[in-house]
């Protein structure tokens, strides 16, 4: 069992930062393919990132690759993302979710979700 729980969502204007954290219990966090997924209003949840476990491969949106990096600390258990260049098409609820194997775009094949975090870019 892994339960997540995100931080580090917030209002920022356009051109801005964010981080966005999300801290996992259980003591196979490593193991976990861990992934950021985010949901804005009246549309589908959408893929954002990935991050491998062990050798920490990762995987980005072409909607957010340059922009955002997806990273994690094994040792404390968090994954991160990092949101540079912010726009208004970002404003979503971002999920972070963990599956063990490989990694996959498709939020359906994720066992683990943490509450969300609201990010809103303002223009």
């Known amino acids: 069992q892994v339960q997540l729980v995100e931080s580090g969502g917030g209002l920022v204007q356009a051109g801005g930062s964010l981080r966005l954290s999300c801290a996992a219990s259980g003591r196979t966090f490593s193991s976990y393919t861990m992934a950021w997924f985010r949901q804005a209003p009246g549309k589908e949840r959408e893929f954002v990132a990935a991050i491998s476990g062990t050798r920490g491969n990762t995987y980005h949106a072409d909607s957010v690759k340059g922009r955002f990096t997806i990273s994690r600390d094994n040792a404390n258990n968090t994954l991160y993302l990092q949101m540079n260049s912010l726009k208004p098409d970002d404003t979503a609820v971002y999920y972070c979710?963990?599956?063990?194997?490989?990694?996959?775009?498709?939020?359906?094949?994720?066992?683990?979700w943490g509450q969300g975090t609201q990010v809103t870019v303002s223009s």
């Open positions: 979710a963990a599956k063990a194997g490989t990694v996959l775009s498709n939020g359906r094949n994720y066992d683990y």
